[in-house]
C-alpha cells in the first residue's frame, strides 16, 4: 500500500467514502496517458489545422514539412485505409481530415508525424495550403438566414390542441432568448496513445468516455475487426461530454500512424488547438410563443428551438431532441408543440456536455415563466409554483410520457422554508428601494431531469467479476471514470454484495478487452447501468458459493447467510478468504460476467411518444445576488440547494458533484463565452479570453443538502438516483436573480429578457435598457 494512503474504511453502501482515487490526486500520482512510460521509439503526431471558415482545398504543398528536423512523415485521408469517416451518428458526413473542402477555422486538415512532440508541433506550420474561399456564416441567426441547412432530422413534439390553446389565452409571452455555448475545458486535454500489435492488431489508451466507440471508430478507419482493436481507460482528467466523440479524431491519427511506421505513436494537442479544434456545448435561439392567463397558468406553448450545430451531425440530433425533452422543465403545458432546428454552420460540430440538451431547454422555460411575472407583477416562484406537474393530474410530458414520481412540490417547499425564501425576498425589495447604485435579486429555480439515454440501446452495461484464492476481488465494468467517482461507488456495491472491505476489491481500468460492447459513461447512466451490472456478476458468484458452503458444512442452502467478513453457513461462520480458498479446491467457478438493461423504456421518435426515461432528479436551488448598476459587475453573494439523488450511495461524493455541477453550470450562464469573429475563427480559445468560475467566484455562502428521504420508487442499485447532470441545471437561479436586480431599476414592471452568458456588460445593457424604457 502506497504510504500515503490510509487504508479505506469498511464498504458500506449509503455512507461517506472517499474517492478511489483522492490521495492520488492530491500527491500527483494519479497516472493520465501523457504520465505513462512511452514505448521505445514513440512516434508523436500533431494535427494542421485549417486557417480558412468555408473553403476549397485547391492544393498542398508539403515539401517544407518533410524537410523539416525528426519528421518522419504526413498523414493525409489519403491514408486511411478503411472508411473514411469518424461520425459518432454514422451519418459518414465527417472524414478525418477536411475532405476536399474545409468547413470551419481550425478543422483538422492533415497530421504530421515526429520524433518529438515539438517537431510535429512546429512542423505543421510549414504545410503551404491554397485556399478558394466560400461563403460562410457562424451563429444561430445566419444560419436561418441563409436557409437553414440541417445536419440531421429535426424533431417535433406535440400534445393538445396549441392553436386554440393561444388563441383562447388571455395574454401572450412572444419573444426570442439566446443561450450560449460552452467549452468543457477539462483538466486533461485530448490525448491518445497507439501500440502496434502482430497481425492487424493495436491497443489504444485513449482519454474518452466511450473506449468501444473508439474501438469501432478506429476498426473502421483501420479496415479491420473490432477484435484487433483494444481500448484501456483507467482514468481521465475530466470529460464532462467533451470525451463522449470528440476523441474519436485523436485515436484514429495515433492508430494510423502506429500501424503504417510500426512504432507507437501519441498524440496531445495544447489548448488553443485543442479547444479550436473540439465541438462544444450547442448555441440555441429559442424563439417562443406562450398564452396564460391571470393567474399566470400557461395554456399553451409553442417553440423553435433552433442550435448551432456545426459542419457535421456529431450528436447535433440526440442534443437537441434531448433540449425538446426538457422544454417543459417541472412544469404542465396543456397543449405544447415544440420543434429543433439543428443548423449547419461553419463552426466545430458541437456535441455532448453535461446536460446534453436538457440545459437549454430548461433556460427557455424559465424565460417565459419570467416574462409571466413581470407582466402580472409577482413573484417568479409563484408562477413557477402555479404551473407545477400534478401527481395524479396535469402529468403528461410532451412527449407522452406520465410522470409517476413527482416530488417537486416538497423539494420547493422545504427548500423556500429552510432558505428563508420569503423573508430574505421581502428585505431585497427593500434594500432595493433606498440603494441608488447596488441592487440586489434572489431567485428559486426547479428542476426535473429524465435519466437514461434516448437511444435505448445504450441503456445496457457488462460487468467482469473474479474472486480469487485469496478472497481478493477483481472488478472490471464498461464505466469510465473522470474524477466524478464511478469506480468507488461501484466497487462499493461489490464489497457490499460480499461483505467484505473496500480494499478487498481491486479496481481495475475499463478495457474493451475485458468487457465488450459497452455504452457511453454519459446521460447520468454510469452508477445505474455499471451498478446493477457488477451486483447482477456478484449474485451469480454468491449463488454457487451457497451451495458449496451448504454442501462443504452439510447444512441447507437456507441456512447459509451472506454477514459481513463472509458466510455464516448454520453454526459455522467462515471467512470469505476460507470460503474463496475452499470453492476453488471444489471447482466452483470464482468468476462471472454480470448484464443490466435498463427496464420500462421505450421511444418512437417518428411519432415522439414514448416512455424515454425509466424515472427523473429533482432539484431546487436559491442564489441572492448583488449587481453594480454603473459598471455591471456583480456578486453571487448566497446559494442553497436541495437536491434529490434518490437513497444516496455515498453521499460524500453525492455533494461534490452537486456542488460542482452548480458552479460549473454558473459559469457556463454567467461567464463562459464564446466569440467567434468576422473572418470565422474562434477568438476564445485560451485560459486568457475564456473565463471559466475561479476558486473565488464560488458563493461564499453555500448550503447544499441532499433530500435525505428521497428514495427512488424503481429498483435502481440502491435505491439510488442519478447524479451528474441534474445539478448542473441548479445554476438557473444565478441569472433569474440577476434578472431581478436588473428589473428592480424598473421597479420591477419590466422583463429584463437577459440573453445568456449573463456577463457584467449584459446586466449593465439590461439596466441602461429597463432605465430608458422606465422614462418611456
Given at each position: 500500500?502506497?504510504?500515503?494512503?490510509?487504508?479505506?474504511?469498511?464498504?458500506?453502501?449509503?455512507?461517506?467514502?472517499?474517492?478511489?482515487?483522492?490521495?492520488?490526486?492530491?500527491?500527483?500520482?494519479?497516472e493520465?496517458?501523457?504520465?505513462?512510460?512511452?514505448?521505445?521509439g514513440?512516434?508523436?503526431?500533431?494535427?494542421?489545422?485549417?486557417?480558412?471558415?468555408?473553403?476549397?482545398?485547391?492544393?498542398?504543398?508539403?515539401?517544407?514539412?518533410?524537410?523539416?528536423?525528426?519528421?518522419?512523415?504526413?498523414?493525409?485521408?489519403?491514408?486511411?485505409?478503411?472508411?473514411?469517416?469518424?461520425?459518432?451518428?454514422?451519418?459518414?458526413?465527417?472524414?478525418?481530415?477536411?475532405?476536399?473542402?474545409?468547413?470551419?477555422?481550425?478543422?483538422?486538415?492533415?497530421?504530421?508525424?515526429?520524433?518529438?512532440?515539438?517537431?510535429?508541433?512546429?512542423?505543421?506550420?510549414?504545410?503551404?495550403i491554397?485556399?478558394?474561399?466560400?461563403?460562410?456564416?457562424?451563429?444561430?441567426?445566419?444560419?436561418?438566414?441563409?436557409?437553414?441547412?440541417?445536419?440531421?432530422?429535426?424533431?417535433?413534439?406535440?400534445?393538445?390542441?396549441?392553436?386554440?390553446?393561444?388563441?383562447?389565452?388571455?395574454?401572450?409571452?412572444?419573444?426570442?432568448?439566446?443561450?450560449?455555448?460552452?467549452?468543457h475545458?477539462?483538466?486533461?486535454?485530448?490525448?491518445a496513445?497507439?501500440?502496434?500489435?502482430?497481425?492487424?492488431?493495436?491497443?489504444?489508451?485513449?482519454?474518452?468516455?466511450?473506449?468501444?466507440?473508439?474501438?469501432?471508430?478506429?476498426?473502421?478507419?483501420?479496415?479491420?475487426?473490432?477484435?484487433?482493436?483494444?481500448v484501456?481507460?483507467?482514468?481521465?482528467?475530466?470529460?464532462?461530454?467533451?470525451?463522449?466523440t470528440?476523441?474519436?479524431?485523436?485515436?484514429?491519427v495515433?492508430?494510423?500512424?502506429?500501424?503504417?511506421?510500426?512504432?507507437?505513436?501519441?498524440?496531445?494537442?495544447?489548448?488553443?488547438?485543442?479547444?479550436?479544434?473540439?465541438?462544444?456545448?450547442?448555441?440555441?435561439?429559442?424563439?417562443?410563443?406562450?398564452g396564460?392567463?391571470?393567474?399566470?397558468k400557461?395554456?399553451?406553448?409553442?417553440?423553435?428551438?433552433?442550435?448551432?450545430?456545426?459542419?457535421?451531425?456529431?450528436?447535433?440530433?440526440p442534443?437537441?431532441?434531448?433540449?425538446?425533452?426538457?422544454?417543459?422543465?417541472?412544469?404542465?403545458?396543456?397543449?405544447?408543440?415544440?420543434?429543433?432546428?439543428?443548423?449547419?454552420?461553419?463552426?466545430?460540430?458541437?456535441?455532448?456536455?453535461?446536460?446534453?440538451?436538457?440545459?437549454?431547454?430548461?433556460?427557455?422555460?424559465?424565460?417565459?415563466?419570467?416574462?409571466?411575472?413581470?407582466?402580472l407583477?409577482?413573484?417568479?416562484?409563484?408562477?413557477?409554483?402555479?404551473?407545477?406537474?400534478?401527481?395524479?393530474?396535469?402529468?403528461?410530458?410532451?412527449?407522452?410520457?406520465?410522470?409517476?414520481?413527482?416530488?417537486?412540490?416538497?423539494?420547493?417547499?422545504?427548500?423556500?422554508?429552510?432558505?428563508?425564501?420569503?423573508a430574505?425576498?421581502?428585505?431585497?425589495?427593500?434594500?432595493?428601494?433606498?440603494?441608488?447604485?447596488?441592487?440586489?435579486?434572489?431567485?428559486?429555480?426547479?428542476?426535473?431531469?429524465?435519466?437514461?439515454?434516448?437511444?435505448?440501446?445504450?441503456?445496457?452495461?457488462?460487468?467482469?467479476?473474479?474472486?480469487?484464492?485469496d478472497?481478493?476481488?477483481?472488478?472490471?465494468?464498461?464505466?469510465?471514470?473522470?474524477?466524478?467517482?464511478?469506480?468507488?461507488?461501484v466497487?462499493?456495491?461489490?464489497?457490499?454484495?460480499?461483505?467484505?472491505?473496500?480494499?478487498?476489491?481491486?479496481?481495475m481500468?475499463?478495457s474493451?478487452?475485458?468487457v465488450?460492447?459497452?455504452?457511453?459513461?454519459?446521460?447520468?447512466?454510469?452508477?445505474?447501468?455499471?451498478?446493477?451490472?457488477?451486483?447482477?456478476?456478484?449474485?451469480?458468484?454468491?449463488?454457487?458459493?451457497?451451495?458449496?458452503?451448504?454442501?462443504?458444512?452439510?447444512?441447507?442452502?437456507?441456512?447459509?447467510?451472506?454477514?459481513?467478513?463472509?458466510?455464516?453457513?448454520?453454526?459455522k461462520?467462515?471467512?470469505?478468504?476460507?470460503?474463496?480458498?475452499?470453492a476453488?479446491?471444489?471447482?466452483?467457478?470464482?468468476?462471472?460476467?454480470?448484464?443490466?438493461?435498463?427496464?420500462?423504456?421505450?421511444?418512437?421518435?417518428?411519432?415522439?411518444?414514448?416512455?424515454?426515461?425509466?424515472?427523473?432528479?429533482?432539484?431546487?436551488?436559491?442564489?441572492?445576488?448583488?449587481?453594480?448598476?454603473?459598471?455591471?459587475?456583480y456578486?453571487?453573494?448566497?446559494?442553497?440547494?436541495?437536491?434529490?439523488?434518490?437513497?444516496?450511495l455515498?453521499?460524500?461524493?453525492d455533494?461534490?458533484?452537486?456542488?460542482?455541477?452548480?458552479?460549473?453550470?454558473?459559469?457556463?450562464?454567467?461567464?463562459?463565452?464564446?466569440?467567434?469573429?468576422?473572418?470565422?475563427?474562434?477568438?476564445?480559445?485560451?485560459?486568457?479570453?475564456?473565463?471559466?468560475?475561479?476558486?473565488?467566484?464560488?458563493?461564499?455562502?453555500?448550503?447544499?443538502?441532499?433530500?435525505?428521504?428521497?428514495?427512488?420508487?424503481?429498483?435502481?442499485?440502491?435505491?439510488?438516483?442519478?447524479?451528474?447532470e441534474?445539478p448542473?441545471?441548479?445554476?438557473?437561479?444565478?441569472?433569474?436573480?440577476?434578472?431581478?436586480?436588473?428589473?428592480?431599476?424598473?421597479?420591477?414592471a419590466?422583463?429584463?429578457?437577459?440573453?445568456?452568458?449573463?456577463?457584467?456588460?449584459?446586466?449593465?445593457?439590461?439596466?441602461?435598457?429597463?432605465?430608458?424604457?422606465?422614462?418611456?
Open positions: 500500500m502506497n504510504k500515503h494512503q490510509a487504508p479505506i474504511n469498511l464498504a458500506v453502501l449509503h455512507t461517506n467514502t472517499r474517492h478511489d482515487s483522492g490521495p492520488k490526486h492530491v500527491t500527483g500520482t494519479a493520465y496517458i501523457d504520465d505513462m512510460a512511452e514505448p521505445v514513440t512516434m508523436h503526431a500533431y494535427l494542421g489545422l485549417s486557417t480558412k471558415p468555408h473553403a476549397e482545398i485547391v492544393g498542398m504543398d508539403f515539401s517544407a514539412v518533410l524537410a523539416a528536423p525528426g519528421v518522419i512523415g504526413v498523414l493525409t485521408n489519403e491514408d486511411v485505409p478503411g472508411v473514411l469517416d469518424i461520425s459518432s451518428a454514422h451519418m459518414h458526413d465527417e472524414p478525418v481530415f477536411a475532405d476536399g473542402v474545409v468547413h470551419f477555422w481550425g478543422q483538422p486538415v492533415l497530421a504530421v508525424v515526429a520524433e518529438t512532440r515539438d517537431q510535429a508541433k512546429r512542423a505543421t506550420h510549414l504545410v503551404k491554397e485556399y478558394k474561399e466560400l461563403p460562410f456564416f457562424t451563429d444561430v441567426r445566419s444560419a436561418q438566414a441563409a436557409g437553414g441547412k440541417l445536419v440531421t432530422p429535426p424533431l417535433k413534439l406535440e400534445r393538445g390542441d396549441v392553436k386554440a390553446g393561444l388563441a383562447g389565452a388571455p395574454r401572450r409571452a412572444k419573444g426570442a432568448i439566446t443561450i450560449g455555448g460552452q467549452d475545458f477539462y483538466l486533461e486535454g485530448q490525448i496513445l497507439a501500440v502496434p500489435g502482430e497481425d492487424e492488431d493495436v491497443t489504444l489508451y485513449s482519454s474518452t468516455q466511450h473506449p468501444s466507440e473508439i474501438q469501432l471508430i478506429v476498426a473502421q478507419a483501420l479496415g479491420i475487426r473490432h477484435n484487433a482493436v483494444t484501456n481507460v483507467r482514468r481521465m482528467g475530466g470529460g464532462f461530454g467533451g470525451k463522449e470528440q476523441g474519436n479524431l485523436f485515436a484514429v495515433a492508430a494510423l500512424a502506429a500501424k503504417k511506421w510500426n512504432r507507437a505513436c501519441k498524440i496531445r494537442p495544447d489548448r488553443d488547438d485543442d479547444m479550436s479544434a473540439t465541438g462544444k456545448r450547442h448555441d440555441f435561439v429559442v424563439d417562443y410563443d406562450v396564460y392567463d391571470e393567474t399566470g400557461i395554456h399553451a406553448v409553442d417553440a423553435v428551438y433552433g442550435a448551432r450545430a456545426g459542419y457535421s451531425s456529431d450528436l447535433s440530433g442534443v437537441t431532441d434531448r433540449a425538446l425533452f426538457h422544454c417543459d422543465n417541472a412544469y404542465w403545458y396543456p397543449a405544447v408543440r415544440a420543434r429543433s432546428e439543428p443548423l449547419y454552420t461553419n463552426t466545430v460540430s458541437n456535441t455532448a456536455f453535461r446536460g446534453f440538451g436538457g440545459p437549454q431547454g430548461m433556460v427557455g422555460a424559465e424565460r417565459w415563466i419570467e416574462d409571466i411575472a413581470y407582466a407583477g409577482k413573484d417568479p416562484l409563484d408562477i413557477r409554483k402555479a404551473n407545477f406537474y400534478g401527481t395524479d393530474t396535469d402529468n403528461v410530458t410532451p412527449y407522452h410520457q406520465v410522470v409517476e414520481d413527482n416530488i417537486i412540490h416538497r423539494i420547493v417547499d422545504e427548500l423556500e422554508a429552510s432558505s428563508d425564501y420569503q430574505r425576498r421581502k428585505a431585497i425589495v427593500e434594500f432595493n428601494k433606498n440603494s441608488a447604485i447596488l441592487k440586489k435579486g434572489i431567485s428559486l429555480t426547479p428542476v426535473k431531469f429524465g435519466i437514461s439515454f434516448t437511444a435505448t440501446w445504450y441503456n445496457q452495461a457488462g460487468a467482469l467479476v473474479h474472486v480469487y484464492k478472497g481478493s476481488i477483481h472488478l472490471s465494468h464498461g464505466g469510465t471514470e473522470m474524477g466524478q467517482g464511478l469506480y468507488i461507488k466497487a462499493q456495491v461489490v464489497a457490499d454484495a460480499f461483505g467484505v472491505n473496500l480494499d478487498t476489491v481491486k479496481i481500468a475499463t474493451t478487452g475485458k465488450p460492447n459497452t455504452s457511453a459513461t454519459a446521460a447520468s447512466s454510469g452508477s445505474d447501468l455499471n451498478g446493477m451490472a457488477a451486483y447482477d456478476a456478484c449474485r451469480q458468484i454468491k449463488e454457487r458459493l451457497v451451495v458449496h458452503a451448504a454442501k462443504l458444512h452439510q447444512v441447507e442452502e437456507s441456512a447459509c447467510e451472506w454477514v459481513q467478513g463472509g458466510i455464516q453457513a448454520g453454526p461462520f467462515v471467512t470469505f478468504g476460507e470460503l474463496a480458498a475452499s476453488y479446491m471444489n471447482r466452483v467457478q470464482l468468476s462471472a460476467a454480470g448484464f443490466y438493461k435498463t427496464p420500462k423504456i421505450h421511444w418512437d421518435r417518428a411519432t415522439g411518444r414514448g416512455h424515454p426515461f425509466y424515472y427523473f432528479s429533482y432539484g431546487a436551488s436559491v442564489s441572492e445576488v448583488t449587481i453594480d448598476t454603473l459598471t455591471g459587475e456578486t453571487v453573494d448566497r446559494v442553497d440547494i436541495l437536491h434529490d439523488v434518490g437513497k444516496s455515498n453521499p460524500a461524493i455533494l461534490g458533484q452537486v456542488e460542482g455541477a452548480f458552479v460549473q453550470g454558473m459559469g457556463w450562464l454567467t461567464t463562459e463565452e464564446l466569440v467567434w469573429d468576422a473572418k470565422g475563427q474562434l477568438r476564445t480559445h485560451a485560459p486568457s479570453t475564456y473565463k471559466i468560475p475561479l476558486a473565488s467566484d464560488v458563493p461564499p455562502v453555500f448550503n447544499v443538502k441532499l433530500a435525505e428521504w428521497s428514495v427512488n420508487k424503481e429498483p435502481t442499485i440502491g435505491r439510488s438516483k442519478a447524479v451528474g441534474p448542473f441545471m441548479l445554476a438557473m437561479s444565478v441569472p433569474e436573480a440577476l434578472s431581478m436586480a436588473v428589473a428592480s431599476v424598473a421597479d420591477y419590466i422583463a429584463p429578457q437577459l440573453d445568456m452568458p449573463v456577463t457584467p456588460e449584459r446586466v449593465l445593457i439590461g439596466v441602461e435598457r429597463l432605465k430608458k424604457e422606465a422614462r418611456g
